[in-house]
């Protein structure tokens, strides 16, 4: 079992949102996944162009490291992301991300796969942050175990109980992968998500060839 965590802090390990990732992928090695951590502020990602060659051939035309980075995210089990409050938002790095994961989305590629998502802010905008990066999950195709936040203006005895959970989620994100928990609301999303999106699809089938083929190989459509 593999479980990828996500830095987004361009702060690196001054990061206080890095400690809540360090906790949680340390909770899910102990509970016997094998962990990577990934820091995209140090990955060469430039900007989507909306070209749309992820959906006629299932390749991203632009030529850095977001391939090799989905490459990783496709072979593992569970994603775990994690961001500071940027302005009531995830940090451009992550959102540039995001911003790159139109085949994902279309494909729901991250179909079976499970993640929760980490934050830190400096007053109590905590779950609009995760909500940002839970939503991305669900709308990959991948179910969300929860998230945690901590507010700093709480003072240290918050970060401590904040790093403490981070640990209990990682362990936690190892059993929902094995024991394929269910998480019924959000099933019910992702076959409305499909059910309205299929008209997209059809509707560009012509354009977006591997879009369609992935669908039809799926039963989708």
């Known amino acids: ?107 729901q590629l991250f179909e079976g796969k499970y993640g929760f998502s980490l934050t830190t802010a400096g007053s109590g905008e905590i779950d609009f942050v995760l909500d940002i990066m839970n939503n991305y999950m669900m709308h990959c195709g991948g179910n969300f175990t929860g998230g945690v936040g901590c507010s700093m203006a709480e003072g240290p005895s918050a970060m401590e109980a904040a790093i403490d959970k981070s640990q209990e989620m990682g362990k936690d994100l190892v059993e929902a992968i094995k024991e394929k928990r269910p998480y019924p609301e959000q099933e019910v999303a992702h076959e409305a998500w499909r059910g309205q999106f299929k008209y997209v699809i059809l509707a560009n089938k012509e354009q977006w060839t591997h879009n369609c083929e992935h669908w039809m190989e799926k039963g989708w459509i």
């Open 1 to 107: 079992m593999k479980i990828i965590g996500i830095s987004s802090s361009p702060r690196g390990k001054n990061s206080s949102t890095l400690k809540l990732l360090d906790a949680a992928l340390t909770g899910a090695e102990e509970a016997g996944a094998e962990v990577e951590a990934i820091d995209v502020t140090k990955l060469n990602l430039k900007y989507c162009i909306a070209c749309n060659s992820c959906h006629e051939t299932g390749v991203c035309a632009i030529k850095d490291d977001y391939q090799a980075l989905l490459e990783k995210l496709l072979a593992a089990d569970g994603i775990i992301l994690s961001s500071p409050n940027y302005i009531t938002n995830v940090t451009a790095q992550l959102k540039t991300l995001f911003d790159r994961s139109p085949l994902v989305i279309h494909e």
